[in-house]
């Protein structure tokens, strides 16, 4: 698919200067911090040197002080405490968070994580009913509860108050729980709003340390279940959320929990995990057990306390991630044939797919595939308990969470995010909901929307590309959304003449500069194609830079993203 190529050049020339003499570095570097919002020295010193001193108070968040004394209410009165949380990665990541820290002090808690199956996303009558059952008198709900009107109310009716943690947006209404701490309300002044559901939680646990000497002050070894959360939830690496995926990954590299050690040494992981590694391997397989099984699986893991109760788990949950992966492959196929089968689909901007047999929990993945594959908004659809349910995936600068919500007169729930949201309708609304979706983002989608884009951070000359660099580049990690991988352009190169196909789909050669007589090993995954274009006279390159460790010699390389 051809893509857009983006050179970030809207920046304030004057402001990179001045912050190349200030910090005595190149002005290559410089444009690259102020295109990252880092324009002073200080800034630019908490970019690269984050200190947890800079976390923001979190009795800023509205909610936060009812939330505390209610809590406080429970310990001093004994009451049983549930964490409630959601079944993928950010809500298990949340659940094992708080539990663990209040595990640390307190003894009368549990924890519940709904099934996908029978209950559905978020807060449900069912875990309301079995936290009554139980005599929990005060549920913690984490990564949902922001839409749970209906069920607050229930609960309230049964004794039960909720104290909600939530990261995604609310609706017109807020659920009249005890406490409601979500940055995204439009009344809440908390400075940073892209926390994770998980993030909300270590806030929540934040706070309550600072208003005791008596609980556990030492809480930050449980970042590494906050930058998991992070990575896996696609938020913003920003802010408040570089600090913790900082700290986080320190702490799964130096000293993780058993459970994700477990994985690790499943998957064979040997090196220094960065954010998309975590993306690639340890949330995939905590994810398993929420779409296949039962999200209980991942908490435990997460939870437990000895090796070899953790290698158990992460094999089960290896074998889980496993079958998963057979599931949402065939699935993609079929979705993939009718989309290319069907000309009036190929021809809309949108994609609106159901198929009652389709497994509910790998819509999602589904739902990312073809949106990568056909680049347009996406909605993947099934049956469960008598309802169509699904998932949606955008592409960049589409809210699909908005074009949803202009049909929401056609929904019986939703909620989500920007490029991610869920959605639950009568079958019978089905074929107005396709139409209705279609006029919506036909109607909204500027045309460019429709073409990946590849953001340039720079062009640059081989001739600029040298260890030290690298060195600094390095230090602009960890990388992810709002702070991605420095990407580069260079105009003009050539083949060195040893360029071959690799693995059927992939192309590796040395892009070189004959002018200066430079060059730089490039690998390019799934560019097979382009054999010809690199072979058969100049090209232009787009690419990150990384390091390649190949028996014992490191060297630099290119990880090509497309090729002109």
Known sequence: MQKRWNINDNIDYQAVNSLAQDLGVSTLIAKMLVQRGVNTYNEAKDFFRPSLENLHNPFLMKGMQNAIDRIFVALENNEKIMIYGDYDVDGTTSVALVYSYFSRFYNNIGFYIPDRYKEGYGISFDGIDFAADNDFKLIIALDCGIKAIDKIEYATKKGIDFIICDHHLPGAEVPKAVAVLDPKQSDCSYPYKELSGCGIGFKLVQALASQSEDLPQDFYDLLDLAVVSIAADIVPITGENRILAHFGLNQLNTNPRNGFKAIMELVGVKKELTISDIVFTIAPRINAAGRLESGNMAVELLLTDTVLSATESGAGLNLVNTERKTIDTQITLEAFAMIENDEVRLKQKSTVLFN?????????????????????????????????????????????????????ELLEQFGGHKYAAGLTLKPENLEAFQNKFEEVVQSTIQEYMLTPEIEIDAEIELKDIDGKLYRILKQFAPFGPGNMSPVFLTKHLTDFGNAKIIGEKHLKFDAWDAKANISFPAIAFGFADKYDNVTKGSFDLCYSIEENNYRGLTTLQFVVKDIR
């Open 356 to 408: 009652g047999d389709w497994h509910k929990g790998v819509v999602g993945i589904v739902a990312s595939r073809l949106t990568e594959r056909f680049y347009r908004p996406t909605i993947v659809l099934t049956e469960s308990n008598g309802l169509v349910t699904g998932s949606a995936r955008s592409v960049k600068d589409f809210d699909v969470y908005n074009a949803i919500e202009a049909c929401s």
